[in-house]
């Protein structure tokens, strides 16, 4: 029988609404810069999501995007992955 082998790795990108409430030093050099605030079921989810995919993006060797919502971690459910809510974005 034959495997396959496959390498991945991942980069954690946050959105966070409110960035000064953030305790952890680790999480908040995760966070990124700008902040929209966003309600839920506000455009300026959208515009949070659109902040994140660029900061993504800047890494050459982004080839995956995933976006959950702090409601949803650690455990994605099938509500947060049918949608790309504000949040949390992993790339790998």
């Known amino acids: ?4 082998t496959i390498q991945a790795s991942g980069e954690l990108y946050v959105h966070a609404k409110h960035p000064e409430k953030i305790k952890s030093s680790w999480l908040r050099s995760k ?9 839920w079921n506000d455009v ?3 515009r949070a999501v659109l902040e994140l995919t660029s900061e993504a993006l ?3 060797s982004t080839t995956h ?3 959950c919502t702090e409601s949803c971690i650690p ?3 099938e ?12 790339q790998w």
Do not use: H, Q
């Open 31 to 39: 966070t990124i810069e700008k902040t929209y605030r966003p309600n």
């Open 1 to 4: 029988s034959s495997s396959i």
């Open 44 to 46: 300026r989810i959208v």
């Open 75 to 77: 455990n994605v459910s």
């Open 58 to 60: 800047k890494d050459e």
């Open 65 to 67: 995007i995933l976006f």
């Open 79 to 90: 509500r947060c992955s049918s949608y790309a809510p504000y949040g949390i974005m992993w």
